[in-house]
């Protein structure tokens, strides 16, 4: 017996055993909760090359660069305002609280230790901003200093003294958050936008992730592609979305009139041509 376990032990060979740190605890049991929503998930293709074009066009005659994903946010929040279902959150087990204010989540890149990370920034009220508005707040926001509470989450008061309560408590506490729409709003926001394309040059889609929010939306790489333009082929730059709804406030058939509309909006470039 116990030559057959060293025989086993040595065909595994070297390892380390390493920490699971007290965080990395807290947020798996965080990602329990994303698994709970009932999301349904759409992976779909837009032809961004004419707003490409006009991003380009924009920064040549005016020095400045639009972001990307400030025309995906406005671009959205447009199409929510005709669609406030898709701005609601449910609460408790009978009712739906559905917010006028449309405030969407982005990532933005910030410069931490001399290292580029995601940081999350809520566009608020993103329905009363202009799209060079938004832009230029995601502008300030990427070269803005990154405060002490931001770059040190690890030493938060609160977020020790949560990770030193025991597990039932945790989570008790954490069911209590994810399933308010009053914390979730005054936190962010009910949609969310992760710019997974801005990381890597590798076209596809993203997975559906979950989370606790209405709307997720995951942008990934854009591919030069071949299609059919008024009779001609030609090259165009298409970008890979996953969009994701959760399912108990949205019906597939809203879901899927509102994805069509917003894939119109971004691929005829609508908003980018508004601001010329």
């Not at 230029?136 to 989450?153: A, G, Y």
């Not at 394309?197 to 997720?216: C, E, K, R």
């Not at 059919?228 to 970008?239: A, N, Q, V, Y």
Request: glycine letters at 6%.
């Amino acid at each position: 017996m116990i030559k057959l376990c060293y025989i086993f032990m040595d065909n595994i060979g070297n390892y380390q055993t390493k920490k699971f740190s007290k965080n990395r605890r807290v947020l798996a049991e965080t990602y329990d909760f994303f698994l709970k929503k009932h999301y349904m998930t759409g992976y779909i293709e837009i032809d961004v090359t004419k707003g490409k074009s006009l991003i380009k066009k924009y920064e040549l005659e005016n020095g400045l660069k639009l972001s990307f994903t400030s025309w995906i946010v406005k671009s959205l929040s447009k199409i929510i305002e005709k669609y406030p279902r898709f701005n609601s959150f449910r609460k408790g087990r009978n009712k739906i609280i559905v917010f006028e204010d449309i405030d969407i989540i982005i990532m933005v890149e910030r410069e931490v230790n001399n290292k580029m990370v995601p940081i999350a920034h809520s566009v608020r009220k993103s329905q009363h901003k202009k799209l060079v508005d938004i832009s230029n707040e995601v502008r300030e926001t990427q070269i803005k200093k990154v405060t002490e509470k931001e770059q040190l989450l690890d030493q938060d008061n609160k977020a020790k003294y949560f990770n030193l309560l025991p597990k039932f408590l945790r989570k008790l506490l954490m069911k209590r958050y994810v399933y308010n729409p009053f914390t979730i709003k005054k936190n962010g926001g009910l949609i969310v936008i992760t710019s997974v394309g801005m990381f890597t040059d590798i076209p596809g889609w993203i997975s559906g992730f979950g989370g606790l929010t209405t709307i997720n939306i995951a942008i990934g790489g854009i591919k030069k592609k071949l299609a059919k333009i008024d009779g001609k082929i030609e090259e165009r730059d298409i970008l890979h979305m996953t969009i994701s709804f959760d399912h108990d406030l949205i019906d597939g058939a809203p879901a899927t009139r509102f994805t069509q509309e917003f894939v119109d909006l971004l691929r005829d470039a609508t908003l980018l041509e508004d601001i010329f």
